[in-house]
């Protein structure tokens, strides 16, 4: 079936220090999402790209919509606390205009 | 205020007792779904439903089962089947297809 790669499973970074995600599938998206998780919490949508090669910002945050419609990244910029989370890529597409989420990327700040 | 609420919180479970999840929505969205949370596993889909009266198997149903008796609610059933049903269970809808997916904040169920 199919499935998203994302990269990297977990990251320790600096406060003030920028974070690159990623998520790669061999299958076609129409849609790629990215949310972000609390602990104990729900998914929260942070960015919805809809068009391939698409640019969005929210914030400090930046995602793209592969070109290929295959992969999508998220930045964030001059990381804070209260990033600290797990974020979810998911690709949206084909028949019902399913969704497929990607593992995770868990993100720690040290102090 | 708009939004998708699971109660409740966290839930116990007895060996052998059935137990259900309620997931109610506010958003008059059309399309339901019920994930399973696992440590490392992200999300895994257990049944979802694009209408009332109407509901369809996910990658992981054995076990569970649900009703959508009216467009705002989609309860899951966890019955005696399921032998491992400890795990964070994520309820989500959406307005129509191409919109992105929104999560209520999610209920813990334990075994006793």
């Known amino acids: 079936g199919q499935q998203l790669n994302q990269s990297p499973q977990s990251m320790f970074i600096q406060e003030g220090e920028d974070v690159s995600m990623n998520c790669t599938s061999s299958s076609i998206f129409n849609t790629w999402l990215w949310y972000k998780q609390d602990p104990g919490e729900g998914p929260v949508l942070l960015i919805a790209l809809y068009k391939a090669g698409e640019l969005t910002s929210n914030g400090r945050l930046t995602a793209q919509f592969g070109i290929t419609r295959k992969d999508s990244f998220l930045n964030i910029s001059a990381s804070i606390p209260s990033d600290v989370g797990i974020y979810f890529c998911a690709g949206q597409g084909g028949r019902d205009d399913k969704i497929i989420f990607g593992k995770g990327t868990r993100l720690h700040i040290l102090p | 205020d708009g939004g998708i609420t699971q109660s409740p919180k966290y839930l116990f479970r007895k060996e052998g007792q059935n137990v259900t999840l309620s997931c109610e929505q506010n958003?008059?969205?059309?399309?339901m779904y019920w994930y399973r949370q696992d440590p490392g596993q992200g999300l895994r889909l257990i049944y979802y439903?694009?209408?009332?009266?109407?509901?369809q198997k996910g990658d992981i149903a054995e076990g569970y089962s649900v009703s959508r008796e009216k467009k705002e609610s989609f309860p899951l059933t966890v019955t005696s089947a399921q032998k491992n049903p400890t795990a964070f269970y994520l309820c989500a809808s959406r307005d129509r297809v191409s919109q992105p997916q929104h999560f209520g904040d999610g209920t813990r169920l334990s075994i006793l």
């Open positions: 439903s694009q209408i009332v009266n109407d509901f």
């Open positions: 958003l008059n969205h059309d399309a």
